[in-house]
């Protein structure tokens, strides 16, 4: 299975970003997808998930109202959409297919 994760990147806060994961290898459509980032000197924290058929999602508190989790079988890709980003967002985002594969994260950086 692959996972790669694209679209971070250093923006200022109060601003949108839009990370995409691209996959191969495993039956997609039958596969939770979730993000998860780590900031420096802190643990990986889930942030979205959503089912295999869309029907649940699922946010942290911390992102909850601002960030977006969707997900397109036919692409084999999941999004999340990042609004009204704050300092504290700055991570490495990671995507991840049910319980075992990982990509390789990208980087969001929110300064001004």
């Known amino acids: 299975a692959q996972l790669v994760e694209t679209g971070g990147g250093l923006v200022q806060p109060g601003t949108s970003l839009t990370l995409t994961c691209t996959t191969s290898?495993?039956?997609?459509?039958?596969?939770?997808m979730s993000w998860h980032r780590q900031a420096p000197g802190k643990e990986r924290e889930m942030v979205a998930d959503?089912?295999?058929?869309?029907?649940?999602?699922t946010y942290s508190d911390t992102v909850k109202g601002r960030f977006t989790i969707s997900r397109d079988n036919a692409k084999r890709e999941a999004y999340l959409t990042m609004n009204y980003l704050k300092p504290e967002d700055t991570a490495v985002y990671y995507c991840?297919?049910?319980?075992?594969?990982w990509g390789q994260g990208t980087q969001v950086t929110v300064a001004s």
């Open positions: 991840r297919a049910g319980s075992y594969y």
């Open positions: 959503i089912t295999s058929g869309g029907g649940t999602i």
């Open positions: 290898g495993f039956t997609f459509a039958r596969y939770s």
